[in-house]
């Protein structure tokens, strides 16, 4: 119990910290490409805003990834690994193949690894409820 309480506390406190500051960087990411390389560039600003919620996910689950090796539990982050392979490789090229469009492979991207960081969570916080053999 006292893991499940740390983990939440934990994942409490990094989505606040995300929020700030993935939140800045999504409202500001146009204006600051524009800025310091020019209006060509303002493109890659809008990128970047497709990106900011895979990054600030990415933020949270990776620093609690950690509960992997505390569960003793390594074959999980194998399997996931193989999860999150399939949804880029099956997302990246779907996308590519049925759209072609880059803002639409972006967000493609963005939701299937989203969701492979998705698991991943429930796998831990699985973890962090002390439950080994039984997932949430």
Known sequence: ????NLFLL???MLIVVGLVGFGSLFLLSDFLFELFFGPTWKLAGTYVKILIPLF???FIVSTLSSMIYVAEKQNLNLIWQIIY???ILGSTVGS???YGGAETILLSFVIAASMAYGIYFW????LARGKKDKLP
């Open 96 to 98: 590519w193949f049925f």
């Open 1 to 4: 119990k006292e893991c499940r």
């Open 85 to 87: 392979l399939a949804a």
């Open 56 to 58: 600030l996910i990415i």
């Open 10 to 12: 934990t994942t409490g």
């Open 123 to 126: 796998m831990l916080y699985g």
